[in-house]
């Protein structure tokens, strides 16, 4: 970059009940540099035609009626304009993509939508692809509760169930949910058994496939982070807790047969917020936190919203963000780029791969899928407008990339 970055983006608003969390930037020039800072984090607050409830047939294929829009394959990275999709109109937030693929050779998209730009008004939206190389235009999927999200696909039991959280908003209590997908139509979706420690939307959980078992991953409402496995995708194990301390944005996620690998953010000191990880080989005994991604000098640590992708060689390819000074041609001055690299089992880092022009778009939120030919499909929520209150537009973005990150160096 042109210019040492000297802080960071500022997401600062309020909270009401404990989950509202508008964000907004917040930043200063001091001696010529831009600065802003960020408060705990943003993804954490911010992850913070509807169908009938007895009868689900807004479903996969009535999304299809869209006009397609074709999905290239990234022929370099970062990526520009020329390169992505833009879903939707963007219209409030949108966020917490996850994708099942089709028999086809297509798949299906859901993803979050913030209608107000905060967690009370999230409904979930869908797109489908038939083939893998084209959108439909998204359409909304609801199965009768007022606020969801936290949608998370999982196949299990010879099936792809949609894992989904719901929240009754007279109380504030959280309900969790699955509902099966099978070959673009959704089943009513059954409630699953509560999880103890799991009362509130202090954060909105996060599900991971692991072989015919399903992990969840979650903030109890002191923040410190639980993890357990769901036995066939229902029935609870046991709870861990892989760090005793307060965190934001926790997930951990299976390394094939090697163990587990953990993620998560918290302020550091002498930081704005900091990404640390831990690996461990029975998914009970953790090594040390490391960083993610260490800022060059003078800088300080802002890493953000890590997503782990597993490896077809047992490792992850982790994608999060971090903000830098973007220039006058940018919608915002300074803003966050999308980043990745791979994470071996034994803890190694690959090296770092930027992923979008720094000009382009403003992500944050993201998340990466593989698909059935073997490329990987990106989401990112790309940020296009502050309002008073905080963030009021954040359209979610799709690029296609032919391959992993850049192992780890012999």
């Known amino acids: ?7 960071t983006l500022r997401f600062r608003g309020k909270r009401r009940s404990g989950l509202r969390q508008p964000v907004r930037f917040r930043c200063q020039w001091p001696d010529g540099f831009p ?3 960020s408060s705990l984090t943003l993804a954490s607050f911010l992850a913070m035609g509807v169908v009938a409830f007895g009868g689900l047939r807004d479903d996969a294929r009535a999304a299809d009626a869209g006009a397609a829009r074709p999905l290239p394959v990234a022929s370099r990275v970062p990526v ?8 939707g109109s963007g219209a409030g937030v949108d966020r917490q993509a996850t994708l099942a693929t089709r028999r086809s050779g297509g798949f299906v998209l859901v993803y979050a939508r913030f209608q107000d730009g905060d967690l009370d008004s999230a409904q979930l939206r869908q797109v489908v692809s038939e083939t893998g190389d084209a959108l439909s235009d998204p359409r909304p999927l609801s199965f009768g509760h007022g606020v969801e999200d936290a949608p998370a696909f999982i196949d299990v039991g010879g099936r792809t169930w949609l ?3 719901s929240r009754e908003t007279d109380t504030g209590s959280i309900g969790l949910w699955r509902s099966r997908l099978d070959e673009g139509t959704f089943a009513p979706a059954h409630r699953l058994d509560a999880i103890e420690g799991l009362t509130r939307l202090v954060q909105w959980p996060r599900w991971v496939a692991a072989g015919s078992d399903a992990l969840l991953t979650f903030r109890g409402l002191t923040s410190v982070p639980t993890w357990l496995r769901l036995e066939d995708g229902l029935k609870p194990g046991p709870a861990m807790v892989p760090a005793a301390v307060g965190v934001a944005y926790p997930r951990v996620v299976p390394l094939g047969n090697r163990g587990c690998f953990f993620s998560y953010q918290r302020p550091p000191e002498g930081g704005y917020m900091a990404t640390y990880y831990r690996v461990s080989a029975d998914c009970a005994r953790w090594s040390d936190a490391a960083p993610l991604a260490p800022p060059p000098p003078p800088n300080k640590p802002d890493v953000h919203d890590a997503y782990a992708l597993p490896r077809p060689d047992g490792g992850v390819d982790v994608y999060y963000v971090y903000p830098s000074f973007k220039g006058p041609d940018a919608r915002f001055a300074v803003g966050f780029d999308l980043y990745r690299r791979s994470v071996r089992p034994d803890g190694r880092l690959g090296p770092e791969q930027r992923l979008t022009d720094r000009t382009a778009f ?9 698909l059935q030919d073997g490329t990987v499909l990106v989401s990112f929520s790309d940020i296009l407008e502050n309002g008073a209150d905080g963030v009021s537009r954040a359209q979610l973005t799709v690029f296609r990339l032919k391959d992993d990150a850049a192992p780890v160096a012999p």
């Open 1 to 7: 970059m042109a210019q040492p970055v000297r802080g």
């Open 35 to 37: 600065m802003c800072r």
């Open 80 to 87: 520009g304009r020329e390169d992505v999709v833009a879903l």
């Open 163 to 165: 894992y989904f959280a």
């Open 362 to 370: 403003n992500p944050f939120a993201p998340s990466a899928h593989r």
